[in-house]
């Protein structure tokens, strides 16, 4: 097992040269001659997912590649890695509308429909419609989850109307 910085506590060990002050426990400490510290384990099982904006600023072109498929290639990577490391990946692209929605899963097959859902995915030549997303992300993630947004935004009043449904989200 890696030691991890949750807060899911694993065990009290001695303070060894390196190790985080913030973490010494004083009462176990008292008790002994020798500082002790508490020790925390990795997270697991957290939900992770790629949230993916296909309005039309992602029809942009960087490098031969519009900005949608460098977002549906991390999405991949990213997803790819949660499973590997017991966390639960999903997925959701919006613009004007919810396209694809996948509840997070750790099932090994994941990735296969994460990849499936992708490939039927296009932009679309609309605005996003964030508040729909963050209705959204309430139903289908109600719990604590890491969200990666995919989006681009073209000038800074586009990021202001967008800035009150993604601190919604937060």
Not at 46 to 63: A, D, G, H, L, T
Not at 81 to 107: C, E, H, W
Not at 115 to 134: G, I
Request: glycine fraction near 4%; charge should be positive; include cysteine.
């Amino acid at each position: 097992r890696k030691a991890g910085t949750s807060y899911e506590f694993d065990q009290i060990s001695n303070y060894v040269k390196g190790d985080d002050i913030r973490h010494i426990n004083w009462r176990a400490s008292a008790r002994g001659s020798e500082l002790m510290v508490n020790r925390f384990e990795t997270e697991r099982s957290q939900s992770v997912y790629s949230v993916i904006c296909k309005s039309r600023e992602m029809c942009m072109s960087f490098n031969g590649l519009s900005l949608l498929d460098y977002a549906v290639n991390t999405t991949l990577a990213v997803s790819n890695v949660a499973t590997l490391q017991y966390d639960r990946a999903g997925l959701i692209t919006f613009s004007d509308r919810i396209g694809s929605a996948l509840k997070a899963s750790r099932d090994p097959k994941q990735i296969k429909r994460i990849m499936n859902a992708l490939y039927n995915e296009s932009e679309r030549e609309t605005e996003p419609n964030f508040a729909l997303l963050n209705l959204s992300l309430r139903k289908l993630a109600p719990n604590r989850s890491l969200l990666f947004l995919y989006a681009n935004f073209e000038s800074e009043n586009a990021l202001n109307r967008a800035l009150p449904h993604l601190r919604a989200i937060a």
